[in-house]
T-cell receptor, first 111, second 118 residues
Framework: GQQLNQSPQSMFIQEGEDVSMNCTSSSIFNTWLWYKQDPGEGPVLLIALYKAGELTSNGRLTAQFGITRKDSFLNISASIPSDVGIYFCAGQLTGTYKYIFGTGTRLKVLA | GAVVSQHPSRVICKSGTSVKIECRSLDFQATTMFWYRQFPKQSLMLMATSNEGSKATYEQGVEKDKFLINHASLTLSTLTVTSAHPEDSSFYIC??????????????FGSGTQLSVL
């Protein structure tokens, strides 16, 4: 199945550090969503982006919809231990209802 | 945020039996529901897209006779894994998108169903 390129695949960081991850594609999207998933649970929506260039924050999280509509990034500032988990981007392909997911970024925060 | 309820959360069954998974949007009408499958430490793979009152659209490689999807109402979609075999063991997650009160809803997920076929 189709997937978005998401990087990094995993990262270990110290508590208090900032984190950045991104998703890229050769396709154009009209919506970008960012999720966090804990083991054995469904993904929980963090941020939704609907316009090219849009920059949206949710607490310590900030995400942007790339100008080209082919990419998006998520930043987490001042990370804390509970930020640990797997983060996924999801893009809705232009002209379809389908959402395609990124390959995921596994985040581990060291106290 | 909107709530999507998925049941059961875990099911263990014998090979050859059928298993039904329900997905309900509790506080909004879901015009479109999606079913995903997720293997351990991997991303979500879209299986099918269903719109209320019409046949589901399956992704390439997903057997429609194996994974029966019924989207009978704006708040309920079901996935039935027919004649389940061990290779069908996986984490299945539904999601729903719709509008409530004229405001565009985002894509919300159920809590997932862990299927184990013995």
């Amino acid at each position: 199945g189709q997937q978005l390129n998401q990087s990094p695949q995993s990262m270990f960081i110290q508590e208090g550090e900032d984190v950045s991850m991104n998703c890229t594609s050769s396709s154009i999207f009209n919506t970008w969503l960012w999720y966090k998933q804990d083991p054995g649970e469904g993904p929980v929506l963090l941020i939704a982006l609907y316009k090219a260039g849009e920059l949206t924050s949710n607490g310590r999280l900030t995400a942007q919809f790339g100008i080209t509509r082919k990419d998006s990034f998520l930043n987490i500032s001042a990370s804390i231990p509970s930020d640990v988990g797997i983060y996924f981007c999801a893009g809705q392909l232009t002209g379809t209802y389908k959402y395609i997911f990124g390959t995921g970024t596994r985040l581990k925060v060291l106290a | 945020g909107a709530v999507v309820s998925q049941h059961p959360s875990r099911v263990i069954c014998k090979s050859g039996t059928s298993v039904k998974i329900e997905c309900r949007s509790l506080d909004f009408q879901a015009t479109t529901m999606f079913w995903y499958r997720q293997f351990p430490k991997q991303s979500l793979m879209l299986m099918a897209t269903s719109n209320e009152g019409s046949k589901a659209t399956y992704e390439q490689g997903v057997e429609k006779d194996k994974f029966l999807i019924n989207h009978a109402s704006l708040t309920l979609s079901t996935l039935t894994v027919t004649s389940a075999h061990p290779e069908d063991s996986s984490f299945y997650i539904c999601s729903a998108e719709g509008q409530a009160g004229g405001k565009r809803e985002k894509l919300f997920f159920g809590s997932g169903t862990q299927l184990s076929v013995l």
